[in-house]
């Protein structure tokens, strides 16, 4: 697909039938570590899961620190493959896109599951959190002697050694770029990731949170609710029309740790129904909190 911009973007069919529904990824992953998710709503929902720009198989203009143009980049997914109406899930960074996309085209989405957006109050001090994982960011090693290495290396090290197999698979599998001397190199290069990081937080997408009209329904890792609670982002009370769940036993990187939890959660939330998903006793869809 090609935005508004001018950037080519890549969107990739996940299968499945039933309404239409488009997955977001977060800073520095791609739409391809939404398959394990994915495998779960295929009963329910027809799948698509976009590549921001700078990510996955997307190009990658100048200025990405501007959060607005992944706002774009959804849009043009949904214009391309007209999923207008469509329901739509995001994580992190690919939930405030979801958002972007919806302020500037208000009913894009019939309903919105936003895991853990990354936005924020810009009256709010958020400290160097965001420069940090600038920093950090451009220190990421890019170049593996193969996919196989660069998974091993991935699952000794936090956070990805909380991933679950699939997720971890899904992401190294995808989100390398095969080089010409054997070796590979990862497609959201580490001064992408770090001008990403630099962009955060977008005030665009807070201050026009009364704009969202669709359902919305914002998820937290219950392992993260007390520092959006500290921060004092009441995110919920600025949406028309908005609730908030927690998932237990997740951080921030909950769609990549319990998938099978993430589809259950989204399957009721989009259907009102429980899915018929084994997520063990002590792992419920997800409680309302405040």
Same mark, same amino acid.
């Given at each position: 697909?090609?935005?508004?911009?001018?950037?080519?973007?890549?969107?990739?069919?996940?299968?499945?039938?039933?309404?239409?529904?488009?997955?977001?990824?977060?800073?520095?992953?791609?739409?391809?570590?939404?398959?394990?998710?994915?495998?779960?709503?295929?009963?329910?929902?027809?799948?698509?899961?976009?590549?921001?720009?700078?990510?996955?198989?997307?190009?990658?203009?100048?200025?990405?620190?501007?959060?607005?143009?992944?706002?774009?980049?959804?849009?043009?997914?949904?214009?391309? &493959?007209?999923?207008?109406?469509?329901?739509?899930?995001?994580?992190? !960074? *690919?939930?405030? $896109?979801?958002?972007? /996309? @919806?302020? =500037?085209?208000?009913?894009?989405?019939?309903?919105?599951? &936003?895991?853990?957006?990354?936005?924020?109050?810009?009256?709010?001090? !958020? *400290?160097?959190? $965001?420069?940090?994982? /600038? @920093?950090? =960011?451009?220190?990421?090693?890019?170049?593996?002697?193969?996919?196989?290495?660069?998974?091993?290396?991935?699952?000794?090290?936090?956070?990805?050694?909380?991933?679950?197999?699939?997720?971890?698979? =899904?992401?190294?599998?995808?989100?390398?770029?095969?080089?010409?001397?054997?070796?590979?190199?990862?497609?959201?290069?580490?001064?992408?990731?770090?001008?990403?990081?630099?962009?955060?937080?977008?005030?665009?997408?807070?201050?026009?949170?009364?704009?969202?009209?669709?359902?919305?329904?914002?998820?937290?890792?219950?392992?993260?609710?007390?520092?959006?609670?500290?921060?004092?982002?009441?995110?919920?009370?600025?949406?028309?029309?908005?609730?908030?769940?927690?998932?237990?036993?997740?951080?921030?990187?909950?769609?990549?740790?319990?998938?099978?939890?993430?589809?259950?959660?989204?399957?009721?939330?989009?259907?009102?129904?429980?899915?018929?998903?084994?997520?063990?006793?002590?792992?419920?869809?997800?409680?309302?909190?405040?």
């Amino acid at each position: 697909m090609t935005t508004s911009d001018g950037v080519e973007i890549a969107v990739h069919d996940l299968g499945g039938a039933g309404e239409p529904l488009l997955l977001v990824h977060g800073t520095g992953f791609h739409a391809m570590t939404w398959l394990p998710v994915a495998q779960y709503l295929r009963d329910h929902f027809t799948c698509w899961a976009v590549d921001l720009r700078g990510h996955g198989d997307s190009e990658r203009p100048p200025g990405i620190s501007d959060w607005l143009g992944f706002g774009r980049d959804v849009l043009a997914a949904v214009d391309g &493959l007209e999923l207008q109406g469509a329901f739509g899930v995001g994580h992190s !960074m *690919g939930s405030a $896109s979801l958002l972007l /996309a @919806e302020q =500037a085209v208000p009913g894009t989405f019939r309903s919105l599951y &936003l895991y853990e957006p990354a936005m924020a109050d810009p009256r709010v001090n !958020m *400290g160097d959190g $965001s420069k940090m994982a /600038a @920093e950090g =960011a451009l220190r990421r090693r890019e170049v593996f002697a193969s996919r196989e290495a660069a998974r091993l290396h991935y699952a000794s090290k936090a956070p990805m050694d909380t991933f679950a197999p699939e997720s971890l698979a =899904a992401y190294v599998n995808y989100g390398f770029a095969d080089l010409d001397d054997g070796t590979v190199r990862l497609k959201c290069r580490a001064t992408t990731e770090s001008e990403v990081f630099h962009g955060f937080p977008n005030p665009h997408v807070y201050e026009h949170l009364g704009h969202v009209h669709c359902p919305v329904t914002l998820v937290d890792g219950e392992l993260s609710v007390a520092a959006r609670v500290s921060r004092g982002n009441d995110f919920a009370a600025r949406i028309p029309d908005a609730r908030v769940i927690a998932l237990p036993g997740l951080d921030h990187f909950g769609p990549m740790q319990r998938p099978d939890v993430l589809a259950a959660s989204i399957i009721e939330t989009f259907t009102g129904s429980r899915p018929a998903i084994d997520v063990g006793d002590d792992q419920p869809a997800g409680r309302e909190c405040a």
